[in-house]
């Protein structure tokens, strides 16, 4: 049984003066505890994508489901990470962690030493009572990945979470993100334009072209790269071979597009 | 050379006095324009290069004042203005908010709207003056409309842009975790628009006291609005700027807790 699964996918955007076919006749499958990356140069729809998965947008064909039922049945099952960390303001990082909850209107104390402790385990306790702006980059991407698995979710959808970060930072994250995601058997997609970071981290990549959005290539990861955290990934040898090959097939893409 | 012989505990002292210096210049300079704008108002009366009827004197706003103040006729007047202002104020404010969010809240409602507001807005308000006299009756009530009417439309289109303009991935991050609308108006819209309600609020202090004032000068018997055209009617112009005076220290301290609020509602520790 296929846990997350995508049939025929399309969606195009609407305008005054026409439309756009963002995504055409994606399909793929995953299963419980995996982890996917969708790769492909900007504007290939791949956070349109994401957002169809996550029941954001209604996909103008096709249709998600979540352990069988339909997405919209199950939108607290997903947890969703940003570009940026997107942590409110006005809101100190514990009440920013708690959002989610809150929302679901779930909160009870349980729920609020769960987070505590979340915190404190990726190294935050000194800022708890903190507000956003006093953190930097990676903090705050951490208390957003507090924010996001408090909930508790079956799928993690994650949008580019590491670009906006220092490469030190990134590196950092994606170890600590990994090893959560083990740990706990999350099952994960995510979208990333960074070749080296869909390797280092995922048990399939699916290489998307541009115009309209289409998976062009699938790529399993071997097994030896699976089972290492992404910074010891990034050493080994196989890396390279697989780092080079998709290289040489985005490179086609782009040669396609600009002809 | 002399830097490095100094101490970090030194220099950072250096740095404090430097700023103590410029803050008390700053002070100094603005006492001194404050000081000198009455200073020579009072000596160009007294030597009559200005015509004493018309432009009075310090010295002579200075004693109706005392008096105004023993008799208990300033606190009468102003107690009465400062009500119909601050009634005017929230009144105006608080329903340009709630129209703002009921624009946010239906695209349809607010571009069907969307002219209409327009024109509203350049309309020029205290233009329904008269009417709103009438139809109100000459008293409390439609001086304060006056002072919310001027305001109300300005702010619903300033926060409804505001509104607008937060950032849809505040709202992405909420709708993930499946919140609804009046839920994402309540964590992320409404919150992340205080900088720009806090502005419209600072805006609107002066606009309630232009209609207070107009509204007095239409039907009130009593207010410094009132007081500004009796004076003018009985040729008192000391009187006349005795009232303003006034007006000018009370929306002084009706814009500094607006600046308070502001501090208090943006929690930011960078400024």
Redesign the interface.
């Known amino acids: 049984m296929s846990f997350l699964k995508l049939n025929q996918i399309s969606h195009q955007y609407l305008y005054k003066k026409g439309y756009t076919k963002a995504l055409k006749d994606i399909s793929f499958t995953a299963s419980e505890g995996s982890f996917i990356s969708l790769l492909g140069p900007s504007g290939c729809g791949k956070t349109t994508l994401l957002?169809i998965i996550?029941g954001?947008i209604e996909p103008t064909r096709g249709e998600v489901t979540l352990q069988d039922k339909p997405i919209s049945d199950s939108?607290?099952d997903?947890?969703?990470m940003?570009q940026?960390d997107?942590l409110?303001?006005?809101k100190t990082i514990l009440d920013n962690a708690l959002?989610?909850p809150?929302?679901?209107q779930k909160q009870k104390n349980a729920i609020k030493e769960k987070a505590i402790q979340m915190l404190e385990d990726l190294g935050l306790s000194d800022v708890i009572d903190s507000?956003p702006?006093?953190l930097s980059g990676g903090m705050r991407q951490r208390a957003a990945l507090v924010?996001t698995l408090i909930?508790d979710p079956n799928l993690l959808?994650l949008d580019e979470p590491f670009s906006a970060l220092d490469f030190q930072s990134k590196l950092k994250l994606e170890d600590l993100v990994s090893n959560l995601l083990h740990q706990y058997n999350k099952t994960s997609v995510l979208v990333t334009h960074d070749i080296g970071e869909a390797i280092a981290m995922s048990d399939r990549i699916y290489l998307m072209k541009a115009d309209p959005g289409e998976i062009q290539k699938v790529f399993e990861i071997p097994i030896e790269l699976r089972n290492l955290p992404p910074f010891q990934a990034r050493k080994h040898l196989k890396y390279q071979q697989l780092f080079d090959r998709v290289w040489e097939e985005l490179n086609k893409l782009e040669a396609k597009s600009i002809v | 050379m002399k830097q490095n012989q100094l101490s970090d505990d030194q220099l950072f002292k250096q740095y404090q006095k430097k700023i103590n210096i410029n803050r008390l210049k700053i002070i100094l300079w603005q006492f001194v324009i404050f000081i000198s704008f009455f200073g020579l108002w009072e000596l160009s009366s007294q030597l009559g290069w200005i015509d004493k009827l018309i432009f009075s004197s310090p010295s002579k706003i200075w004693m109706l004042f005392t008096e105004n103040l023993v008799d208990g006729s300033l606190w009468f007047h102003s107690r009465v203005t400062l009500f119909e202002t601050i009634a005017g104020f929230i009144l105006g404010t608080i329903s340009g908010i709630i129209l703002a969010a009921i624009l946010w809240w239906s695209d349809r409602l607010s571009k069907i709207l969307d002219p209409y507001l327009v024109v509203l807005n350049a309309l020029p308000k205290v233009a329904l003056g008269p009417i709103i006299i009438v139809a109100l009756g000459p008293g409390y009530l439609s001086i304060i409309m006056m002072g919310a009417i001027i305001s109300v439309i300005v702010t619903t289109l300033v926060v409804y842009s505001a509104f607008k303009e937060v950032d849809s991935n505040f709202t992405k991050v909420l709708k993930s975790f499946g919140a609804t609308k009046w839920q994402c108006f309540k964590e992320a819209i409404f919150p992340a628009s205080f900088p720009s309600m806090i502005s419209t609020f600072k805006v609107n202090v002066g606009l309630s006291w232009v209609g207070v004032i107009v509204g007095e000068f239409l039907v009130a018997g009593k207010g410094l609005g009132y007081l500004i055209v009796y004076g003018f009617q009985v040729f008192n112009f000391t009187l006349v700027l005795y009232s303003l005076l006034v007006i000018a220290f009370f929306a002084a301290i009706m814009y500094f807790l607006v600046e308070k609020l502001e501090k208090w509602l943006i929690k930011n520790p960078d400024n």
Do not use: N, V
């Open positions: 957002s996550a954001l939108k607290s997903i947890g969703y940003l940026q997107y409110f303001p006005w959002i989610g809150q929302i679901q507000y702006h006093s924010r909930t959808l």
